[in-house]
């Protein structure tokens, strides 16, 4: 059942959802299990290929119950195979096929779930970016990005944890344009990944999220919104380039090409790599200190090698 043409069947639902950048961690990480590869190239190639039907909270007006109540998963797959974006031959738990499960359900209601000959984007709900600062990936919900974000350039502000920057962000201290960088919050520096929801509430809070971005090594919840990329690979705490990021210094984000960069030259983050030194790990001892030694980046969905 666990094939790579079902995990492919995943990843399309998701960016036709437009659902959380999480789906970017729990796919690679299932898959990774089975046996079978999902590297974010793929991700965006899926991205590419397939519309996004619905504007679920906090993204839309629509919650998941009036997208149960218009038909539910199996309208969107339906939706999805009259541009064939789907493999419904594929065998599930129930002893059917997926094309079988999904006979004769229909969208009953066109603005939960948008015809596929009418999206709200053209494209999948989430991004991968990549760029000199995030080599690996940084991941973005599109689907929950303001149009004039899309593409964005300001001066970085640099905070080593979540609750700096949240205190920073309610002191006022964070001005229109600002691009908020909160880094050794990954895999290994968390240790654990936490979600970044309460900054980018407090950034929406402020009335800010349409002019400031956010950038972490961490990882938001299904409930983010803004230009919130997270996932940012190499993590700071194995001395990614987000760990060599300065104050001021000028980040340039564009989401339709997928690109996130810091303005800096090859040779100013190499000589700042060259002084860089790793941070005092926060937890050392007991079972946390065992993940953070095994963890694995985020753009291999966090698993644990040993």
Known sequence: IMTKEAFMNALTMDMALGCSTNTMLHLPAIAHEAGVEINMEIANEVSDRTPNLC????AGPTYMEDLNEAGGIYAVMNELDKKGLLNLDLITVSGKTMRENIQGCINLDPEVIR??????????GIAVLKGNLAPDTGIVKRSAVLPEMMVHEGP????????????????????????????????????????????TSAIAGMGL????ALITDGRF??????????????EAAVGGPIALVEEGDIISIDIPANKL????????LAARKAKWQPREPRVKDGYLHRYASLVTSGNRGAVLEI
Not at 180 to 198: Q, T
Not at 263 to 268: I, L, P, T
Request: net charge negative; glycine share 14%; charged share 25%.
């Open 55 to 58: 504007h679920l909270a906090p």
């Open 221 to 234: 919840s299904g409930a983010s919104r803004g230009a919130s990329i997270g996932h940012v690979s190499p």
């Open 209 to 212: 999220d349409s002019t400031v």
């Open 156 to 199: 970085a502000r640099v905070f080593d944890c979540e609750e700096d920057a949240i205190a920073a962000i309610t002191g006022g201290k964070i001005n229109k344009g600002d691009v908020v960088v909160i880094r050794y919050e990954g895999p290994k520096g968390g240790p654990g990944m936490r979600e970044m929801l309460n900054p």
């Open 261 to 268: 960069n810091v303005k800096v030259s090859d040779e100013e």
């Open 115 to 124: 015809p596929i000959e009418n999206p709200y984007m053209p494209n999948g």
